[in-house]
């Protein structure tokens, strides 16, 4: 299995430009969550979706941020339009019938934005 | 709600020294508990879990946590430490009424000295 995984590693954008960021579950995998990591704030959960549904949001900081997970091995978060504030290390991860029913959540290796 | 603290931003240890790092939670019902690691540049991997079996619960790479009820604590520890250990660590809770979100503590930086 080769695990979750997010493209691109690596984003560097100017600010007001669309930045998507994109996640790819492990097969399988029922729950897929986004964090958001900054040395400020920490690990925060944005968004998480269960069988592709968003069941919290309430993490979202803003309008500016949209999450959509279209079928059960895709799912994308969407900045527009984007601020140097944002910039941060951004994680997916999934899990099976949530955190309990399995080894916790798997992580992917994030991708780090940086708004310039 | 939930929530973790994670008593130390930074802990030090010498190679071959037990490892020690402090997770107090709170939880208005029975928690799940984690402890994640995460290397530079990585994402985080889960190490052990506690769901309500044994109170000391046994991860990879040699390390362990127990669970107090009466403490609300669950510290991590290793009784010797390797140079390969050092990463971040985070403390995680969820609470079983909404099994599905996890909340982390700030994590902590565990350098390991030769």
């Known amino acids: 299995d080769a695990g979750v995984i997010q493209s691109p590693r690596h984003e560097v954008t100017e600010m007001g430009q669309e930045v998507t960021l994109r996640c790819k579950p492990i097969s399988g995998h029922d729950y897929l969550f986004w964090y958001r990591q900054t040395m400020m704030r920490g690990l925060e959960l944005l968004i998480y979706?269960?069988?592709?549904?968003?069941?919290?949001d309430s993490g979202m900081p803003e309008d500016r941020f949209s999450a959509k997970m279209p079928n059960a091995s895709f799912s994308t978060l969407k900045i527009q339009p984007s601020e140097p504030r944002d910039s941060a290390v951004y994680f997916c991860a999934s899990s099976i019938g949530g955190s309990y029913q399995s080894y916790g959540y798997t992580f992917g290796s994030g991708t780090r934005l940086t708004v310039v | 709600a939930q929530s973790v603290t994670q008593l130390g931003s930074h802990v030090s240890v010498s190679e071959g020294a037990l490892v020690l790092l402090r997770c107090n939670y709170s939880s208005s019902v029975p928690p799940y508990l984690f402890w994640y690691v995460q290397y530079p540049n990585q994402g985080l991997q889960l190490l052990l879990k506690y769901t309500s079996a044994a109170t000391l619960v046994k991860g990879i790479n040699g390390f362990e946590a127990e669970f107090k009820k009466s403490e609300t604590s669950f510290h991590l520890t290793k009784p010797s430490a390797h140079m390969s250990d050092a990463a971040e660590y985070f403390c995680?809770?969820?609470?079983?009424?909404?099994?599905?979100?996890?909340?982390f503590g700030s994590g902590t930086r565990l350098s390991i000295r030769p």
């Open positions: 995680a809770v969820s609470e079983r009424s909404s099994a599905s979100k996890i909340i």
């Open positions: 979706f269960n069988n592709n549904v968003p069941i919290d």
